[in-house]
């Protein structure tokens, strides 16, 4: 089946304990990205990736750091995690983008 | 750089009522125009989309939307409402000269309530 998976789908953290989020696709996609969904702000772009070893920041890059090595995988990293990224996180692929992207389920972090 | 206007951010319609979603957007460069759906708990799914060609696309579940670039508009409509269609629903546009590479620029969503 064609899919986006990201893992975990929920996580709880403590302030500062480094953490990453992988996101794999098997469909082949050059485009991935990452966004976070926060109430009342819909989702913002934080990086994205148009092949392998090609990354760029997004909307809200500050405090996460991505990587693009293999094209099927585009992990986010949270080197010091704060509360103020605790959101709902979404990654996403595209073959082109007319094709539009297709999403992952989610992980929900919390950092307290 | 391109931003999206959902101009409710909450709709309420009766079932069986006809629904209307809006949005406009703003861009120096052609876009793609897209509306994903967000049910409760789950991640989002394309609903439709404007490329190029008839203004006028249609999506699944009888959504359909009208692209005025006059009016630089992208609404979402449908005839007849039903419980099933709760759920958020966002407006997005992607930077056509790029191809899309750069990703998705998203409205805020607006939350589809519909009463019996």
């Known amino acids: 089946e064609a899919q986006v998976t990201q893992n975990p789908r929920y996580l709880i953290t403590v302030t500062g304990k480094k953490l990453t989020v992988t996101c794999s696709q098997n469909?082949?996609?050059?485009?991935m990205s990452w966004y976070r969904q926060d109430p009342g702000l819909g989702l913002r772009q934080i990086y994205y990736?148009?092949?392998?070893?090609?990354?760029d920041k997004g909307d809200v890059p500050e405090g996460y750091k991505v990587s693009r090595k293999e094209k099927r995988n585009f992990p986010l990293i949270l080197e010091s995690p704060s509360p103020n990224q605790t959101s709902l996180y979404f990654c996403?692929?595209?073959?082109?983008?007319?094709?539009?992207?297709?999403f992952g389920s989610g992980t929900r972090l919390t950092v307290v | 750089a391109q931003s999206v206007t959902q101009l409710d951010s909450q709709v309420p319609v009766f079932e069986e009522a006809p629904v209307e979603l809006r949005c406009n957007y703003s861009?120096?460069?052609?876009?793609?125009l897209f509306w994903y759906v967000q049910y409760p708990n789950q991640g989002l799914q394309l609903l439709l989309k404007?490329?190029?060609?008839?203004?006028l696309v249609k999506g699944i579940n009888g959504f359909e939307a009208e692209f005025k670039k006059s009016e630089t508009s992208f609404h979402l409509t449908k005839p007849s409402a039903h419980m099933s269609d709760a759920a958020e629903y966002f407006c997005?546009?992607?930077?056509?000269?790029?191809?899309?590479?750069?990703?998705?620029?998203f409205g805020k969503g607006t939350h589809l309530i519909i009463q019996p």
């Open positions: 469909m082949n996609h050059e485009y």
């Open positions: 404007y490329l190029s060609g008839s203004t």
């Open positions: 996403a692929s595209s073959l082109a983008g007319n094709y539009g992207y297709t």
């Open positions: 861009s120096s460069v052609s876009v793609y």
């Open positions: 990736s148009m092949n392998v070893e090609v990354t």
């Open positions: 997005v546009v992607s930077d056509r000269s790029g191809g899309g590479a750069d990703g998705l620029t």
